[in-house]
């Protein structure tokens, strides 16, 4: 069974921009859920979604954005992009809920100049 | 506001040696804790996942239990081996807010 996939794995971009990241979950996984990956704040709960609805949503501003697709495909969309957006940009997915056992996939590295 | 530590945040160990990882959590409302091993670059893998109303599970080598009444959990690494260099974190799954808060990880080297 294939595993999580996300793309791009690398991404550079200048601040302003915006920018999509991919993941494609564990084929019959309906749960996806995205985490942000700095040095300075570790891994940090983004959103999760199910069934094309965001059910949960973590601490971080309204440019940071999501959504899910009828086929469990999930993007995540970051606008006006700041130098304190460059980190490593993880998801994962679970069977159906949030508790599950969640696995991850190995993650888009953005770096913003 | 749920705070999830872990000690020590680095431990180097000779190869064959048994081994302790400390996590703690503020709040005892939570489904589950989770512990997961990364690798320099890499995404998370799941090693051990503990509902709120078990004590442990065990995986192999790996041993993790759970005191929801004191805010603790513990991964024991039986035999230690140079392929369990990486960082290891632990997960809770808080029921206030159905978030996932990680804690900062603790970073293990094992010498051969």
């Known amino acids: 069974k294939a595993g999580v996939t996300q793309t791009p794995r690398y991404l550079i971009k200048t601040r302003g921009q915006q920018v999509t990241l991919s993941c494609s979950p564990i084929?019959?996984?309906?749960?996806v859920s995205w985490y942000q990956q700095t040095p300075g704040q570790g891994l940090q709960f983004l959103f999760e979604?199910?069934?094309?609805?965001?059910?949960n949503k973590g601490n971080f501003p309204g440019r940071f954005s999501g959504r899910q697709f009828s086929n469990s495909r999930s993007e995540m969309n970051v606008s006006t992009l700041e130098l304190g957006d460059s980190a490593l940009y993880l998801c994962?997915?679970?069977?159906?809920?949030?508790?599950?056992?969640?696995?991850f996939g190995p993650g888009t590295r953005l770096t913003v100049l | 506001k749920q705070e999830v530590t872990q000690i020590p945040a680095a431990l180097s160990v000779p190869e064959g040696e048994n081994l302790v990882l400390n996590c703690s959590f503020t709040d005892s409302a939570i489904y589950n804790l989770q512990w997961f091993r990364q690798d320099p670059g890499k995404g998370l893998t799941s090693l051990l996942l503990i509902q709120s109303s078990q004590r442990e599970q065990t995986s192999g080598r790996l041993n993790a239990s759970l005191d929801k009444s004191s805010g603790r959990s513990t991964l024991y690494i039986a035999a230690s081996q140079p392929g369990d260099s990486a960082t290891y974190l632990c997960a809770v799954t808080e029921t206030s807010y159905d978030k996932v808060i990680f804690g900062p990880g603790t970073s293990l080297s094992v010498i051969p």
């Open positions: 979604y199910f069934s094309e609805t965001q059910r």
């Open positions: 994962a997915s679970s069977l159906a809920l949030l508790t599950d056992t969640q696995y």
């Open positions: 084929s019959g996984h309906r749960s």
